[in-house]
């Protein structure tokens, strides 16, 4: 999966943590495996 793909990810597959040392970003985390995420539809714009 290359990095410009845009995927719809549920809220309970993940997290968002302040980036360190910069509280104005933040990180977002899935559980998701890349398999996973390679699986899922391309985000609609």
Not at 12 to 19: L, Q, T, Y
Not at 21 to 38: F, S
């Amino acid at each position: 999966m290359g990095p410009d793909k845009k995927v719809v990810v549920a809220l309970a597959d993940g997290s968002v943590a302040p980036e360190p040392g910069d509280p104005d970003d933040h990180i977002v985390r899935t559980k998701l495996t890349k398999a996973q995420l390679a699986a899922l539809p391309d985000r609609k714009d």
